[in-house]
């Protein structure tokens, strides 16, 4: 069974950086290229950007260039999102979301981690 | 950048009634790039209809998805209780890369 655990709610302080993380199972790790996706106000979706596990290449939604760093550990088949200088803007939920190279969707998503931005 | 817009942006539903939201795309895409995607409250989105007509895995047959071009839909040909959540569409692009969701449609039950 394929699963994305993510790394739980994280309470920071304006200015701080954050690591938030996803754990693949089920699945060939290295086969599939894991995004990222930003849900604000329990509404909007936005695409931050994307990771080949395979080789580490990147691509990001220039929107999110300079906030978010993706990387990964193929030994431990985990995805990880950098979060920089963290701003009242960037509380929302976030999800990791593999993506089905052969149907063009994301066919798994992760539960979700939920960051507040708060003095 | 693509612009997805949704519409209507919330609705209700009576048990067994037709419902029908729609995706207006600003360019027009191909329809192997037009998804749907349920999601429920404090629960993550749940791929629903992908490359515009097929369901994903365990979703009822009563759900369909048409469209092509700068338009699309998706159609539920009678509504249950069940069915209550938000619905996004959401495309790709290759050139740039780009994943664009719309606004979402919340349908709820009457």
């Known amino acids: 069974e394929v699963q994305l655990q993510q790394s739980g709610p994280e309470l920071v302080k304006p200015g701080a950086s954050m690591k938030i993380s996803c754990k693949a199972s089920?699945?060939?790790?290295?086969?599939?290229?894991m995004n990222w996706v930003k849900q604000s106000h329990g509404k909007n979706l936005e695409w931050i950007g994307l990771?080949?596990?395979?080789?580490?290449?990147?691509s990001y939604n220039q929107k999110f260039k300079g906030k978010a760093t993706l990387t990964v550990d193929k030994s431990s088949s985990t995805a990880y999102m950098d979060l920089l200088s963290l701003t009242s803007e960037d509380s929302a939920v976030y999800y990791c979301?593999?993506?089905?190279?052969?149907?063009?969707?994301?066919?798994?998503w992760g539960q979700g981690t939920t960051l507040t931005v708060s003095s | 950048e693509i612009v997805l817009t949704q519409s209507p942006a919330l609705m209700a539903a009576s048990p067994g009634e037709k419902v029908t939201i729609t995706c207006s795309v600003s360019?027009?895409?191909?329809?192997?790039?037009l998804h749907w995607y349920q999601q429920r409250s404090e629960t993550s989105p749940k791929p629903w209809i992908y490359?515009?007509?097929n369901l994903a895995s365990g979703v009822p047959v009563r759900f369909s998805g048409s469209g092509s071009g700068t338009s699309y839909s998706l159609t539920i040909s009678s509504m249950e209780a069940e069915d209550a959540a938000t619905y996004y569409c959401?495309?790709?692009?290759?050139?740039?890369?780009?994943?664009?969701f719309g606004g979402g449609t919340k349908l709820e039950i009457k």
């Open positions: 979301a593999r993506f089905e190279d052969y149907a063009y969707y994301f066919d798994y």
């Open positions: 089920g699945y060939s790790f290295t086969g599939y290229t």
């Open positions: 990771i080949n596990p395979y080789n580490g290449v990147t």
């Open positions: 360019s027009s895409i191909s329809s192997t790039n």
């Open positions: 490359g515009t007509s």
């Open positions: 959401q495309q790709w692009s290759s050139y740039p890369l780009m994943y664009t």
